[in-house]
């Protein structure tokens, strides 16, 4: 069996992407529709979808060995728009990235509310194509069965999506609790355990359908592709361990929890522990995820 040529450094940095595009995704949508009761939300997308994308992007670079020979190879990915997948790739998510610093900026300085509304409306169509792109970029892998399905972009988008609520919310915790001073209204709201509660609650609910769509969209893809080494590696095979783990743990686990929270009538720290543990183990689950598909693919 050959060596992958794409490997952990690329799922990782497919992983960052995608989450990075779906953060910023939630945090848009809950300024704009939220009605003001989701503001930390939709600071907390910005922060974490900037973040990501950056390192999403260190790990890209790292995997480019010859940027150390040629550093400004890299430029190459910017002349062949519209023609490369690739050059428009780089292109949105150069162009995401430079949304979500404006956005980071304009929040942090409570800059001027409509040009924050205008950015966030153009960040998310930037967001979903950066999490959608992620999974189109393999699907344009050619002599690769496994990946060849149309499936594959939606199911990174779904997966993406999800992450990015699960970063959204972490990062309200990490921000409020290690690094106050960066902004904050996360201290201030944290310090409410009766609100920080009732959203986190509002946010299980949210994310049952999201769940439930990415376990059906992960069954579809796998019988579009059903008989590719990939598929019985995956299912079966020297990847099932970490493909189930993705499935019970980082989906089933969290859809549990979720609807727990949501049915029972459960204390404040319950919720707020539940939905933090349910989330990470979303996270976890969506790099799993990326590494297994990126692996099975070059079968």
Sequence with gaps: MSEPVWGILIATYLFLGGMAGGAYIIGAWSDLFGKGKYEV?????????????????????????????????????????????????????????????LTTLLWLLNGNRILIKFLEILGMVLGFSTTAYTGILLSYARGRPFWGSPLLPWLFTVSGILTGLGLTVIGISIIAKIMPRLDRNFFEFFEQRSKVSQMFKSIEEYSIVPTFLEILVVILFIGTVWGTNGSFALVFGDLSAFFWIYLVIGLLVHLVLSLY???KSVEENTIIFGSLVGFALVLIGGFILRYVILIAGQL
């Design 41 to 101: 939300l939709a600071r907390s997308g910005a922060y974490t979808s900037l973040i990501s994308i950056l390192a999403g992007l260190v790990f890209l670079i790292l995997d480019l060995k010859r940027l150390t020979v040629a550093p400004f190879s890299v430029l190459n990915a910017y002349i062949h728009f519209p023609v490369s997948i690739m050059s428009v790739g780089t292109w949105i998510i150069s162009a995401f990235t430079v949304v979500a610093l």
């Design 261 to 263: 929270n949501y049915i």
